[in-house]
């Protein structure tokens, strides 16, 4: 009881929303639909209930709650909520669409091109987390491992393409109010394009800037 008290309270916090359907998996399978619209890389979506219930559960007017850090992918735990009953379902949502697989094999250190890459289309929620869905979101990165033809490639294989290195002399450039100064600093970490990185000055001042696309450092004060 105290279990089931706790676990009302913990999905208090989820959010809340109606659908109507002739069946329970139509309901819910509108609710994810329609609440939760996919992007475009996705196709379709499959709704499978893994509870199994001890009588069928029939709503005119469902009320389906999902946690606030839901994720499109997999199990799912749901609070359907049915003229002021409770019920605590769990849900496999079945997704498939494209995602991002080698086109052939890409050495270790390898900075990632258009060529290298092949878009498939399957299943999403079996594939590694993190795995990439667009091209755009992997081309310029560089690879961590060797990645092989026709394999997922997933955020944790990829790093970012570093305009600037560590203990690297860099050029600075300080915006002010009223004026600008150009000088020189060592970089004291790695940074990509757009990426916020510390460098050290001459006069031993810690300043962070934003690494453009030419390797400065923009420093704004």
Same mark, same amino acid.
């Given at each position: 009881?105290?279990?089931? %008290?706790?676990?009302?309270?913990?999905?208090?916090?989820?959010?809340?929303?109606?659908?109507?359907s002739?069946?329970?998996?139509?309901?819910?399978?509108?609710?994810?639909?329609?609440e939760?619209?996919?992007? %475009?890389?996705?196709?379709?979506?499959?709704?499978?209930?893994?509870?199994?219930?001890?009588?069928?559960?029939?709503?005119?007017?469902?009320?389906?709650?999902?946690?606030?850090?839901?994720?499109y992918?997999?199990?799912?735990d749901? $609070?359907?909520t049915?003229?002021?009953?409770?019920?605590?379902?769990?849900?496999?949502?079945q997704?498939?669409?494209?995602?991002?697989?080698?086109?052939?094999?890409?050495?270790?250190?390898?900075?990632?091109? %258009?060529?290298?890459?092949?878009?498939?289309?399957?299943?999403l929620?079996?594939?590694?987390?993190?795995?990439?869905?667009?091209?755009?979101?992997?081309?310029?990165?560089?690879?961590?491992?060797?990645?092989?033809? $026709?394999?997922?490639?997933?955020?944790?294989?990829?790093?970012?393409?570093?305009?600037v290195?560590?203990?690297?002399?860099?050029?600075?450039?300080i915006?002010?109010?009223?004026?600008?100064?150009?000088?020189?600093a060592?970089?004291?970490?790695?940074?990509?394009?757009?990426?916020?990185?510390?460098? %050290?000055?001459?006069?031993?001042?810690?300043?962070?800037?934003?690494?453009n696309?030419?390797?400065?450092?923009?420093?704004?004060?």
């Amino acid at each position: 009881m105290i279990l089931k %008290k706790i676990m009302l309270c913990f999905f208090l916090f989820f959010l809340s929303f109606k659908v109507n359907s002739s069946s329970l998996t139509d309901q819910l399978s509108n609710f994810f639909k329609k609440e939760y619209p996919f992007e %475009k890389n996705s196709i379709n979506i499959n709704v499978i209930l893994r509870t199994r219930l001890k009588k069928n559960i029939y709503c005119k007017k469902p009320f389906f709650s999902v946690p606030s850090n839901f994720r499109y992918l997999g199990l799912v735990d749901v $609070l359907l909520t049915c003229d002021k009953r409770h019920y605590y379902l769990q849900v496999e949502l079945q997704t498939k669409g494209e995602y991002i697989v080698a086109n052939r094999k890409i050495p270790r250190g390898t900075k990632i091109q %258009k060529s290298d890459l092949k878009i498939l289309i399957g299943r999403l929620d079996i594939l590694p987390n993190n795995t990439y869905l667009k091209k755009e979101d992997v081309i310029n990165k560089v690879t961590l491992r060797d990645i092989f033809p $026709l394999q997922p490639i997933t955020s944790f294989m990829t790093r970012p393409f570093w305009l600037v290195h560590i203990n690297q002399n860099v050029v600075i450039i300080i915006h002010e109010e009223n004026f600008t100064i150009s000088s020189t600093a060592i970089s004291l970490s790695n940074g990509a394009e757009n990426q916020e990185i510390r460098v %050290k000055t001459k006069n031993g001042k810690i300043l962070t800037g934003i690494v453009n696309k030419n390797r400065e450092v923009i420093i704004s004060v």
